[in-house]
């Protein structure tokens, strides 16, 4: 995508957003 700081950082926050409640669901199923 571009390169636009602000931009890059939401999209890493709602990235890590996203792999958190993952890792959360997984560990719920084991």
Do not use: H, R, W
């Amino acid at each position: 995508g571009k390169k636009n700081p602000g931009t890059d950082a939401q999209s890493v926050l709602s990235f890590l957003d996203k792999v958190m409640k993952a890792k959360e669901m997984k560990i719920d199923k084991l």
